[in-house]
């Protein structure tokens, strides 16, 4: 059964404090790993989307990568405006796979000033 | 920049009652997806439609559950006979082409309550 599992569930970081995110997922083949950032009572924001092990892509203090059991958003110095739960979600491979999302249960970040 | 558009965006109603969840795509997607979010738990597949017609749908997604594109631009989800447990935020997404793991945009959601 395709699975997500993210860690922490929570995290408390003082501004500047640089740390990461794990994204772990068992899937039947992997077409591609999404990160969604999502504020309280409003719908998923895309941050990235990665399609194979070792890429990586990067936004602002946002770095996100990719191997082949997980996935990282790396977080560098960051500021209360990054306060969110962020969210990992992958797509998996297959004839009956019509793009649906699976997700995890997000990690919520609280930065303090 | 376009955008995915949800109606209404609070909803109150009684177990029992049908509800009905709007949204707009954005305007050259041709694939459409209904989520929930049961308050403090994961974001969940419901249906993805295509072409006019259900491509996948999830054990969630009963014959409680219809949607339907009643035109160019309205993506629906219906709830026929609604259930405390129905409660939950709804998100709808799109995108243009399912090739490639394209990004789902989703919409800012609908929060359903059922009393």
């Known amino acids: 059964e395709d699975q997500v599992t993210q860690s922490p569930e929570a995290l408390r970081l003082q501004e500047g404090e640089s740390s990461s995110l794990n994204c772990s997922y068992t899937?039947?083949?992997?077409?591609?790993l999404f990160w969604y950032r999502q504020d309280p009572g409003k719908g998923p924001e895309f941050l990235f989307t990665l399609y194979s092990a070792g890429e990586e892509k990067e936004k602002e203090r946002l770095k996100a990568t990719l191997t082949k059991k997980e996935s990282f958003l790396h977080i560098t110095a960051p500021k209360p405006e990054d306060s969110a739960t962020y969210l990992c979600?992958?797509?998996?491979?297959?004839?009956?796979?019509?793009?649906?999302?699976?997700f995890g249960q997000g990690t919520t970040l609280q930065v303090k000033p | 920049e376009p955008e995915v558009t949800q109606t209404p965006s609070h909803q109150v109603t009684q177990m029992g009652q049908e509800v009905i969840l709007r949204c707009v795509p954005i305007?050259?997607?041709?694939?459409f997806y209904w989520y929930r979010q049961i308050l403090g738990q994961k974001v969940e597949f419901l249906v993805s439609?295509?072409?006019?017609?259900?491509?996948?749908k999830s054990e969630i997604f009963d014959d409680q559950f219809s949607v339907e594109r009643p035109d160019g631009s309205n993506f629906t989800l219906k709830i026929r006979s609604t259930k405390l447990e129905d409660s939950a935020m709804y998100f709808c997404?799109?995108?243009?082409?399912?090739?490639?793991?394209?990004?789902?945009?989703f919409g800012p959601g609908t929060r359903l309550l059922v009393l």
């Open positions: 899937v039947s083949g992997l077409r591609g």
């Open positions: 305007s050259n997607h041709l694939y």
């Open positions: 439609f295509y072409n006019n017609e259900i491509s996948e």
């Open positions: 979600a992958v797509q998996a491979q297959g004839s009956s796979n019509t793009g649906k999302l699976i």
């Open positions: 997404a799109s995108i243009r082409l399912s090739v490639m793991a394209e990004t789902q945009y």
